[in-house]
């Protein structure tokens, strides 16, 4: 006679999604832990009771973690659309921290350049050297470049100005008849230059 017997496997029940209750009200622990959510998506508790946003993926077949934010800035389900737009990303073969780092770049030249504009290199530079030249030279030497030259570069970054704008600063000066103040200027602005250049 056959054996009707059948074996029975344990299986393991899935853990439950996160509710808004249980990102508010978990407490910390000495030692971090992580609250699964779903498709990769966790909540990691600091002991300090920081909370983190994670999402676990693979990317040409390497595990990769992908930060999503922190708790209650990103709320739960904020958190989950970022999830999911990172897994739209990988189905076309792109990897979502490529695009977060790559951001991260672009972010950090804006504010490079945005920090590092001709009349703000200028007047550090003025204030460098104010202290070694004669009170109306230093006054002068502002008075120019606020009246001459920083209404066409000022607010450029120092890395994005081309030849042809400082030769618009000059030619703008030469139609108004001021040579000689026009060849200061044009020592001015390419002092600056080298001032940018030797403090990086």
């Known amino acids: 006679m056959l054996s009707t017997d059948l074996e029975v496997k344990k299986v393991k029940p899935k853990a439950k999604p996160l509710t808004d209750l249980d990102v508010k009200n978990i407490n910390p622990k000495e030692k971090p832990f992580k609250l699964s959510d779903a498709h990769g998506l966790y909540l990691l508790v600091q002991p300090n009771g920081s909370k983190y946003w994670r999402l676990k993926y693979r990317f040409v077949g390497k595990e990769k973690m992908l ?84 209404p066409i570069i000022g607010e450029c970054a120092i890395s994005d100005i081309e030849p042809m704008q400082v030769l618009k600063v000059l030619r703008a000066m030469e139609t108004q008849g001021t040579f000689e103040t026009r060849d200061r200027i044009g020592q001015s602005i390419g002092a600056v230059f080298k001032y940018a250049i030797a403090t990086g």
């Open 67 to 150: 930060a999503l934010g922190v708790y209650p800035e990103v709320s739960l389900k904020e958190a989950r659309q970022g999830g999911e737009a990172a897994r739209k990303q990988l189905k076309v073969g792109i990897d979502p921290s490529a695009v977060i780092q790559a951001a991260k770049r672009v972010e950090q030249v804006e504010k490079l350049k945005k920090d590092n504009l001709f009349s703000e290199l200028a007047t550090e530079y003025h204030t460098l050297k104010s202290p070694s030249w004669t009170a109306g030279h230093s006054k002068q030497w502002l008075v120019n470049m606020e009246r001459y030259a920083f």
